[in-house]
């Protein structure tokens, strides 16, 4: 008696298959499955995740690196113009690096210095969009500067001008040209100071519309900046288009006995740029050795 192609009683519907392996008739041969390939997800599905990704990224530029600002008024002209957007360096300052001479900087109102001024009062979607970096900030709290001395520097001016740092006159060539060096009135256009430590003087270019350091020597901190309040350094306008350029510290500063530090901003980037380098190195060495 043949076995047949069942090869025997109890086997069923149950064959050999290529590869020597039971195949059940109709079936698929035992063993791993391969999982089928999953659909991509639809545009529509992935932009709320990239909308996302990018608004973190933007705000973790914001935080940590560059922030956006818009110029409100005429005290920096002609350096910057009302309705400017100029990017500021906030990476420096976590490298322990302080405002220098000649800088212009952001900084926080120290002592009510915006009192009294009209600010536009910006929209939810504004305030959020400036919040995450994707605007220019909406803080009207804010001020913008030139640096004009640092801790243990003498500033002074007479008449109209020159100012002098250290008893050594600047050629100020950012200064408006519409008016002078120094204000001649007694309300605080002609002073002479030492500013403390963890201070700074600031001055706007355009000196006769600029309430700066001069015009505040009466409230608290009796019109010196705390090193502080600064938010950072603006490096560049950024918008609009016609108006791009940078903004150096101005060869006037690089007299003698008015120095200006190095800009640590290159040296920082450079480092943050550094330490990835090195990590990945040592852990490929770590694991040849291993």
């Not at 932009?47 to 818009?70: C, D, E, M, N, R």
């Not at 519409?178 to 002073?191: L, R």
Request: hydrophobic share 35%.
């Amino acid at each position: 008696m043949g076995l047949g192609t069942n090869g025997g009683a109890g086997v069923g519907n149950s064959a050999i298959g290529a590869d020597g392996s039971p195949q059940t008739e109709g079936g698929e041969p035992h063993g791993p499955h391969r999982p089928k390939a999953g659909k991509h997800r639809s545009f529509w599905r992935e932009l709320p995740i990239l909308i996302g990704v990018a608004l973190v990224l933007a705000l973790l530029i914001k935080t940590f690196l560059v922030q956006a600002f818009s110029i409100p008024s005429e005290s920096m002209e002609n350096t910057l113009r009302p309705g400017d957007r100029v990017l500021v360096d906030k990476l420096t300052p976590w490298f322990g690096s302080e405002p220098g001479r000649g800088e212009v900087v952001v900084f926080h109102d120290p002592a009510n210095w915006l009192d009294g001024e009209s600010t536009s009062q910006p929209n939810v979607v504004q305030k959020i969009l400036s919040f995450v970096g994707v605007m220019p900030s909406a803080n009207e709290q804010d001020l913008i500067k030139r640096v004009i001395g640092v801790a243990g520097d003498t500033v002074e001016c007479k008449g109209t001008g020159p100012l002098k740092v250290n008893g050594e006159p600047l050629v100020e060539p950012y200064v408006n040209p519409s008016g002078t060096p120094c204000s001649a009135d007694d309300q605080g256009g002609q002073f002479k100071v030492t500013v403390p430590k963890g201070k700074m003087w600031v001055m706007g270019d355009n000196r006769q519309r600029s309430a700066d350091s001069r015009y505040h020597q009466n409230d608290k901190t009796h019109g010196f900046v705390p090193v502080g309040d600064a938010v950072g350094r603006a490096f560049v306008v950024a918008w609009p288009v016609s108006r791009w350029a940078t903004l150096p510290v101005p060869d006037t500063f690089d007299q003698s006995g008015i120095n200006t530090a190095a800009a640590l901003a290159p040296g920082a980037l450079s480092l943050a740029g550094a330490v990835p380098a090195v990590l990945v190195r040592r852990r490929r060495i770590s694991g040849r050795r291993d």
